[in-house]
């Protein structure tokens, strides 16, 4: 129905993989991916998608006959470099945030090989070197943090819909995600001296990941933010329990280092694996050939 690339200059290598993260949609006909190497888009406006979208985030849209096309795309400037040294932005899934600011209400994260965490605009991602002198048009970058960034994609847990200068020192909005052979990273959001949303790197575990340890969960009670969990699985074989919420004074400025607070081995992990939550239990599913349920006994 859709290819991100239009055959005669298809370089071999590219793909919608995002280690194991799904497609995306913010509403009825909107679809989101992101593509790994092929051939980079020349530079274009984010609304007039070229034929070839390699290392793109890509919003498809679904037209009244039912057929797919490309309406809108965000590559960074240097996506030709990327591809040459498999350094997929499509590594990561893109992950629409359900909290922004009064411009910018309709977030995205991406993060790739590279380690950058770009924030877009999911209403307009942006195009190629359509920034000042042929920059990247993005909301807002950060990073890069690890040599070979994200495999999978973020997670995000917020109790404040539309940041504003009044609010934002009592918002928790956060975004984790967690870097190849790296630590898991505690992200919030906040607004530059511009009114701009930008992520700052204010917590990280004490233990690192390996390579194809999955992607992080969140789980809650609504937005209390005493019940918000974040749960990743290691590749080494262990699923861990963190809370969502650092504790106070953890800034950009001072970051903070998070314990476990509960933790359990499940034996040989998969490759890319994400907890799935459902009525306070959360399954995890082994590469020796078992699904394994973990609850509470009581309500605590």
């Known amino acids: 129905m859709w290819a991100d690339q239009a055959g005669p ?18 509403g009825q006909g909107r679809i989101f991916l992101t593509t790994g190497n092929g051939t980079a888009p020349a530079p274009n406006p984010g609304d007039k998608p070229p034929l070839d979208l390699g290392d793109s985030v890509v919003r498809l849209g679904v037209q009244p006959n039912g057929t797919l096309h ?62 000042r002198n042929g920059t990247d048009d993005v909301v807002s970058v950060s990073g890069p943090y690890a040599a070979r960034g994200q495999w999978g994609h973020p997670a995000a847990f917020g109790n404040t819909a539309t940041l504003t200068p009044g609010n934002q020192a009592r918002s928790q909005d956060y975004v984790y995600f967690v870097d190849k052979n ?22 990280s575990t004490i233990v690192s990941y390996p390579g194809s340890s999955g992607s ?34 953890c ?20 490759q890319f694996t994400i907890p799935a939550t459902n009525d306070g ?16 006994s009581g309500p605590a």
């Open 9 to 26: 200059t298809y370089s071999g290598e590219s793909g919608i993989w995002q280690s194991g993260s799904g497609l995306m949609s913010d």
């Open 70 to 131: 490309a309406v809108d795309y965000f590559s960074p400037a240097n996506a030709p470099y990327l591809g040459t040294n498999d350094t997929d932005l499509g590594s990561g899934g893109p992950v629409g945030l359900p909290f922004g600011s009064t411009t910018y209400p309709h977030l995205l994260v991406q993060v790739g090989k590279d380690g950058r965490v770009f924030v877009l605009n999911r209403d307009s991602l942006g195009g190629r070197e359509q920034g």
């Open 182 to 203: 790296d630590y898991l990273r505690v992200l919030r959001l906040g607004l530059n001296s511009a009114g701009t949303p930008v992520l700052s790197d204010v917590a």
């Open 216 to 249: 992080p969960v969140v789980t809650s009670n609504g937005d209390t933010l005493s019940s918000a969990v974040v749960w990743e699985v290691s590749f080494n074989g262990e699923l861990d329990a963190y809370p969502a919420i650092p504790p106070a004074g």
């Open 251 to 270: 800034t950009s400025a001072a970051p903070c280092q998070l314990s476990p607070v509960w933790s359990a081995s499940i034996g040989t992990a998969a």
């Open 281 to 296: 239990r959360v399954f995890v599913g082994t590469s020796d050939g078992h699904v394994l349920a973990f609850g509470t």
